[in-house]
């Protein structure tokens, strides 16, 4: 139905940026939220942020002043801008969409993509 595809992962050295993208394609009319999670080896996967409705955006703590999420809706694709990459940022991070239900109010399903590495280096 749909899929999403993240791109822009890579090696970067603490203190740089890099700048993450994905793009959602399917069956799509229209997405309520689009964002960005991330998961270490052998942790939970987490929160980076998210970009809702009206471009209400929710950051993690840890990359709050740092990273930027942005939405294209025009392009169903969803952007976030590293700066000032630590170490600790090294993850695989995913892409996410929350996609409403055609018929049933409230109902959404959530899209995963495959995910992105990023390495930063010290």
């Known amino acids: 139905q749909v899929q999403l595809v993240e791109s822009g992962g890579g090696l970067v050295q603490a203190g740089g940026s890099l700048r993450l993208s994905c793009a959602a394609s399917?069956?799509?009319?229209?997405?309520?939220?689009m964002g960005w999670y991330r998961q270490h080896p052998g942790k939970q996967r987490e929160l980076v942020a998210i970009a809702s409705d009206g471009e209400m955006t929710t950051y993690a703590d840890s990359v709050k002043g740092r990273f930027t999420v942005s939405r294209d809706n025009a392009k169903n694709s969803v952007y976030l801008q590293m700066n000032s990459l630590k170490p600790e940022d090294t993850a695989v991070y995913y892409c996410i969409a929350d996609v409403p239900h055609a018929h049933v109010a409230g109902v959404r399903t959530r899209y995963w993509g495959q995910g992105t590495q990023v390495t930063v280096s010290s």
């Open positions: 399917g069956s799509i009319t229209s997405i309520n939220g």
